[in-house]
């Protein structure tokens, strides 16, 4: 048996905030059968840059080695590095590093 799922984006309307958007994606996300194709649209730097200064700094960096304030030094750069990658498709999320404690 074969499901079909519905594939969309999230199009937001016009001069919908980023929470707003937010909040309309997880709606979306609830629907077992639907599949976003991309979000690339719907996500801009500024939106980035705001999530980007409500990271907490003093977490452990990431598994790529670079902390908060070593990305933030050239910030508008590196998110707008990542929009590009994002919008082609090319970004890929690295996996989450899982310490376990004995």
Not at 15 to 20: I, R, Y
Not at 65 to 93: F, H, S, W
Request: proline fraction near 2%.
């Amino acid at each position: 048996m074969s499901v079909e799922r519905e594939t969309m984006s999230a199009h937001s309307t016009g001069g919908a905030t980023w929470s707003t958007k937010l909040k309309r994606i997880g709606e979306l996300a609830a629907q077992k059968d639907l599949v976003f194709n991309n979000l690339g649209h719907i996500i801009c730097v500024d939106w980035l840059r705001v999530l980007y200064r409500q990271l907490d700094g003093s977490k452990a960096i990431g598994i790529d080695g670079i902390t908060k304030d070593k990305y933030g030094a050239n910030l508008y750069e590196n998110l707008k590095d990542l929009m590009v990658r994002i919008r082609k498709g090319q970004y890929t999320p690295k996996p989450a590093r899982i310490t376990e404690i004995a």
